[in-house]
C-alpha cells in the first residue's frame, strides 16, 4: 500500500481510539485498518500498537512516530487545500482546546454557530484546565489566556481580560468597600488558586508594583466555586472579568479596587502554522476570531 495511506490509517487509529473507529472515520472495514497498521509495522520493522481483546495501547516508537506521521498526513492536507483554492469546501476533524469555564462559555458558543456554517465540518473539543501541548496531543487550534511563551506557533490576539477583585451587595453593605489593597485583611477572603496560587496578591499601584499578604478563609481549587462562594454573600474574591461577566451585568456583584489592577491579560488563538493553509483549521480559526472579539466581555 500507499506510504501516506499507512500513515493516514495509522494517524486515525490514534486519534480515534481503536480500529473500528477509525474505519467508520476513514469510510474503511475494521480489517482492512487492521492490515494496514500490520503492513506499517512490518516496513518498519517496529511494534507502534500493543493490541489486546479489550486494550489498543500505543509503544513508545508509536508515541515519537504518531507525531511525524501527524505533520506529513496534514501537510499533505494542506496542499490539497491549497491546490482547491478559494472553492474548496472544508470538511473533516479540526481540534481546539480551551480551559474548562472560558471554553463553556464563550468557545462552545462559536463551536455550534460555526458547525451549523459548515456541516460536513467535525469538531474536537478539549476543554481542560492546564496548557495543552498541541503536538503532542494533536491540537490545532488553541485559546489561551495570558502572556505567551516563544514559540513556533502563530498567535491572534482576540482580547483582554481584566484580574478584578469583586464581592456581593450584600457582602459589601454588611462589612464596607476596601479604599485600598491593605484593607483586604479587614475582610473576608476566598482565595481561587487557578488564578491566586499563593497568599500573596499582587496590584498595581500607579507606575509601581506592591502586594499585599492574605489570610483567606476559604480557599478552592476553582473559580467556578469561588465565584458561587462570594455570591453568597461570603466574602471577597479575584477573578477574571469574563467568569463573573454575567454577574456584573446583573449587578449581583461590585468591582472592587480597580484603580490598583494590574494590566489586563490578553487572550489569544494559537495554531500550528503549516507552510499551506489548511481550510479545514483557516475557517475555524478565521470564525473563532471574529465571535470572539465580538464579545462585549473580551474588549
Not at 59 to 86: C, H, M, N, P
Not at 211 to 238: C, H, Q, Y
Not at 256 to 266: G, I, M, N, R, T
Amino acid at each position: 500500500m500507499d506510504r501516506l495511506h499507512l500513515m493516514t490509517v495509522f494517524v486515525a487509529v490514534i486519534e480515534n481510539e481503536g480500529f473500528a473507529s477509525a474505519a467508520r472515520k476513514l469510510r474503511l472495514s475494521a480489517p482492512a485498518v487492521s492490515r494496514a497498521v500490520s503492513e506499517l509495522e512490518t516496513r518498519l520493522g517496529v511494534k507502534l500498537l500493543q493490541r489486546t481483546t479489550r486494550h489498543l495501547q500505543i509503544t513508545e516508537a508509536g508515541q515519537r512516530y504518531y507525531k511525524d506521521a501527524k505533520q506529513i498526513v496534514t501537510l499533505s492536507e494542506e496542499a490539497d487545500d491549497a491546490v482547491r483554492g478559494k472553492n474548496a469546501v472544508p470538511r473533516g476533524l479540526v481540534r481546539i482546546t480551551a480551559s474548562v469555564l472560558f471554553g463553556r462559555l464563550y468557545v462552545m458558543d462559536g463551536i455550534v454557530d460555526y458547525l451549523k456554517q459548515y456541516p460536513e465540518m467535525q469538531v474536537d473539543a478539549l476543554f481542560v484546565d492546564r496548557v495543552v501541548n498541541m503536538l503532542e496531543e494533536g491540537i490545532d487550534v488553541a485559546v489561551r489566556i495570558g502572556e505567551l511563551q516563544d514559540s513556533t506557533y502563530k498567535a491572534i490576539k482576540v482580547g483582554a481580560v481584566r484580574r478584578v477583585f469583586c464581592a456581593s451587595t450584600t457582602y459589601l453593605k454588611e462589612h464596607g468597600y476596601p479604599k485600598k489593597p491593605e484593607d483586604l485583611s479587614e475582610h473576608k477572603i476566598i482565595l481561587a488558586r487557578g488564578l491566586s496560587p499563593t497568599n500573596e496578591l499582587k496590584f498595581a499601584d500607579g507606575g509601581k508594583k506592591t502586594s499585599v499578604r492574605v489570610n483567606p478563609f476559604l480557599t478552592v481549587s476553582d473559580n467556578f466555586s469561588a465565584e458561587k462562594a462570594v455570591l453568597a454573600d461570603m466574602g471577597i474574591t479575584r477573578l477574571l472579568s469574563y467568569q463573573v461577566a454575567d454577574s456584573l451585568k446583573t449587578g449581583s456583584l461590585k468591582i472592587l479596587l480597580s484603580e490598583y489592577e494590574q494590566k489586563p491579560v490578553p487572550v489569544h488563538i494559537v495554531h500550528r502554522e503549516g507552510r499551506y493553509s489548511s481550510a479545514r483549521t483557516k475557517t475555524l480559526i478565521d470564525w473563532m476570531v471574529e465571535y470572539l472579539r465580538s464579545q462585549p466581555s473580551l474588549n
